[in-house]
């Protein structure tokens, strides 16, 4: 069945795409891609589809111009109290700490902050896990905790894990929406507890069903895409900030492409107008501060890298607006656009292999481009529709590998094509032909016409075919002559001859055309003499009385293509092909013998034996052509020499073309 070409061609392509889609699964079960390329893809998905930044989170910066005016980094206690009361009166929906109250302070400014922290009664102090998390069930275990002091923790509405965790590639892509102390205890996220407290959100009533974590709101669960950490891909709504002293102009919250994000400086002066920060959720750390490198490069960090407080004002955006990007698809949506893309992709190679690549790859770019518009049209709107997934683009574009895959096969079968063809044609036409007619198709040059030459030409023709066809069978008469010419033939093409064409019982060879051969003469005369004494050997082992007369030529021909535009043959035409046929007359080249012409003669040398046979007149000339019969070339003799006939062959010859 597979001995077929075109089905050959189509199991191919079944079985790759089989392939493509059982190595596509492999690597979708081994995450093979997801901290890699797909991260990649993740964070282009995230900077193409941009969102509109809602004010529900204004970030409270302890920057470069608060350190002055309190002297010193840390900050002293008192400076987060005076905080808290600017922001008591000016309504607030929460505030959030991402600053850690890990060590107590002198005096009694703990407890001045403990009352502030208790006044406002809706603050979050940061905790953390460490040093290294064992990996639970959709959560981390950590080995220690560290909490605020018991004074500031008591007085707080409750703490918050602040651990962030880059990827591999150091960007920080999610965040944990919960932990684990050593005692089981459950630490949920800043950005979690924050946002839950705004819509109101009951964490108490908070469920995990596999991959989703859910929290009952008011206004709309809140249900969100958990991964095996216990985390929750961010959405990024806003790039990276300025900082709170390079703005000017647009400070503060003035520019729509940004999270608000005012000075603590300016808060606590009261500054700042009261619109940017009733009702919304407050998050206060470190940003702008060039002394505390907290900041972190995100998928649209462009170059800039985004500081802690701000990381998780993102998330607490996604949780608010209900948008939640997830890594990449499921298995079988991924696993079905491989399978299609793959498909269409190997059809069009198929059917056009090269240009049917490059309208794959088309293809390929199409489908990059319609994914990300597909997913930016998803995350439109004010509030999103929960998960949304990234198209798994790193796993789908290796469609194209195996695209590569079937172009080099049929590329390597079309060589081997080429080469049967070639092999084929080699039985018709000679190499030197069929490489000729190639090469000149090749350069658009194949036509009829021809060029003048020096060649030598040897006509062979068997003695007595007529008796002979008439005593045998027309089946074993052509598995004889085919037995001798195949013999003969492989004489030719050692000394380099170039069989031109099988015309029943005689065979054309020539020297010098197509290609250019150096003593030709010599060469054709040797060949000659070679092949007799095949002949007669073949014939001595038993086989059928066959015989042959060689007559030779040397001189000046056209030689080209010959024939119609639909149907040309590579001769030579000529009155010294002409010659040479004429040679190969019984009464010139006899039985067994091998004839040349003058021509032929003077370029063999001194090292010949050769009986002078007389002269031919020959049609279209008007001096007879000398012959001569060669006894022996160099080492080589002929294998039964005949002696000189008896009547001049001038008289017994009769001129004309073969």
């Not at 900077?47 to 004010?55: D, I």
């Not at 064992?134 to 008591?154: A, C, F, K, N, S």
């Not at 955006?317 to 298995?331: D, F, H, K, W």
């Amino acid at each position: 069945m597979f001995t077929k070409r075109q089905t050959r061609q189509r199991a191919v392509v079944a079985g790759l795409t089989l392939i493509a889609v059982l190595v596509g699964a492999l690597m979708l079960s081994s995450e093979v891609f997801d901290t890699t390329l797909q991260s990649a893809v993740y964070d282009q998905a995230i900077n193409v589809a941009t969102a509109t930044v809602r004010n529900q989170v204004t970030i409270v910066a302890i920057d470069d111009p608060t350190i002055a005016q309190y002297g010193r980094y840390p900050l002293p206690h008192q400076a987060y109290t005076d905080l808290l009361r600017a922001l008591k009166p000016q309504g607030a929906s929460v505030i959030a700490f991402d600053v850690g109250f890990y060590e107590p302070s002198t005096g009694d400014d703990d407890q001045r902050l403990a009352a502030a922290i208790r006044d406002a009664g809706n603050v979050f102090l940061a905790m953390q896990g460490g040093p290294e998390a064992t990996l639970g069930d959709h959560t981390e275990r950590y080995p220690t905790v560290q909490l605020p002091i018991p004074l500031l923790r008591d007085a707080a509405a409750g703490v918050a894990a602040v651990n962030i965790h880059p990827d591999p590639d150091g960007r920080v892509r999610y965040t944990q929406l919960l932990i684990e102390g050593p005692d089981g205890t459950t630490y949920y996220s800043l950005p979690l507890l924050t946002a839950a407290k705004k819509v109101r959100a009951d964490l108490g009533n908070a469920r995990r069903e596999g991959d989703v974590f859910t929290v009952p709101a008011p206004l709309g669960d809140r249900v969100m895409p958990i991964d095996r950490r216990g985390g929750m891909s961010v959405y990024y709504a806003a790039p990276p900030a300025p900082a709170t002293y390079d703005n000017p102009a647009t400070y503060p919250c003035k520019d729509a492409r940004y999270l608000c994000v005012v000075s603590m400086k300016d808060v606590i002066n009261g500054s700042i107008s009261r619109d940017y920060i009733v009702g919304r959720a407050i998050l206060i750390g470190a940003h702008s501060l060039s002394a505390v490198p907290d900041d972190y490069p995100v998928p649209n960090s462009s170059g800039q890298k985004m500081y802690g407080v701000e990381i998780w004002a993102n998330a607490v955006q996604s949780i608010l607006t209900n948008r939640y990007p997830v890594l990449r698809q499921g298995a079988i949506p991924t696993l079905l656009e491989l399978l299609l893309l793959t498909l269409a992709g190997l059809v069009l190679v198929l059917r056009w292999r090269l240009f049917g690549f490059l309208g794959a790859l088309v293809l390929l770019v199409l489908y990059v481009v319609g994914a990300y518009a597909v997913f930016s049209i998803q995350t439109q709107g004010a509030i999103g529709q929960g998960p949304v997934e990234v198209p798994s683009i790193a796993y789908v574009v290796p469609a194209a590998f195996w695209w590569i895959i079937l172009l080099g096969y049929l590329l390597v079968e079309e060589q081997f094509a080429v080469a049967r063809t070639r092999s084929t044609f080699g039985r018709f036409v000679t190499p030197a032909i069929a490489r000729t007619i190639m090469e000149r198709e090749e350069a658009g040059k194949l036509a009829l016409g021809g060029e003048e030459k020096r060649v030598t030409v040897l006509f062979g023709d068997i003695r007595g075919f007529t008796t002979l066809s008439e005593a045998m069978a027309p089946a074993a008469l052509l598995s004889h002559l085919n037995r001798y010419f195949d013999g003969m033939v492989d004489i030719v093409n050692r000394y380099e001859g170039t069989v031109n064409k099988y015309n029943g019982d005689n065979i054309m060879v020539l020297w010098g055309a197509p290609l250019e051969v150096r003593d030709q003469a010599r060469k054709a005369v040797e060949c000659a003499l070679e092949m007799q004494h095949w002949i007669v050997g073949e014939r001595e082992r038993g086989g059928p009385d066959v015989s042959f007369g060689f007559g030779i030529n040397t001189g000046r021909v056209v030689a080209g293509f010959l024939g119609a535009k639909g149907r040309m043959e590579y001769t030579v035409i000529g009155d010294s092909a002409n010659v040479a046929s004429r040679l190969t007359s019984s009464d010139i080249a006899r039985r067994d013998q091998v004839a040349c012409s003058a021509d032929t003669l003077r370029e063999l040398g001194d090292d010949f034996e050769a009986v002078d046979l007389g002269a031919v007149v020959v049609k279209g000339r008007s001096e007879p052509v000398r012959c001569w019969q060669i006894n022996r070339l160099g080492g080589l003799r002929t294998p039964k020499p005949a002696p000189p006939p008896d009547i001049p062959i001038g008289r017994a010859a009769v001129a004309g073309s073969h």
